[in-house]
């Protein structure tokens, strides 16, 4: 398996089980801005639930992801269809990638 996939299948991995470990106090209909994850309070999400999103329901998730680690933004493209459609928003603050991202050898790129 290669490693973006391994990386990206720890973090999907992560990103649900903080959300199955949410309280039942989340506001439902509204964009949270940042939700903290249980096991590492460095890695958070933006998150939209369904206004008729119930605890303890199995509710369909869609993961996303922005290039600069903006978790709202892809939550805010999707909120309409979620609310019709009955899913669950959570966008990384945290996965980067492109230009600015800070890859493991890239503080070593430009070595002279």
Not at 12 to 27: F, G, M, N, R, V
Not at 32 to 60: E, F, H, M, T
Not at 91 to 97: A, D, E, K, Q, Y
Request: glycine fraction near 8%.
């Amino acid at each position: 398996m290669a490693p973006k996939a391994v990386i990206l299948a720890i973090l999907l991995t992560h990103a649900a089980s903080s959300i199955l470990a949410t309280p039942d106090e989340l506001p439902r209909g509204l964009i949270i801005d940042k939700v903290v994850c249980l096991s590492d309070p460095n890695q958070s999400y933006a998150l939209y639930l369904p206004s008729r999103n119930a605890p303890g329901q199995a509710w369909p998730i869609l993961f996303c992801f922005d290039p600069a680690a903006r978790g709202r933004v892809p939550v805010e493209l999707f909120r309409d269809a979620a609310e019709q459609y009955g899913y669950i928003l959570a966008g990384s603050n945290n996965s980067r990638n492109g230009a600015g991202a800070q890859g493991p050898g890239r503080c070593c790129a430009r070595r002279e």
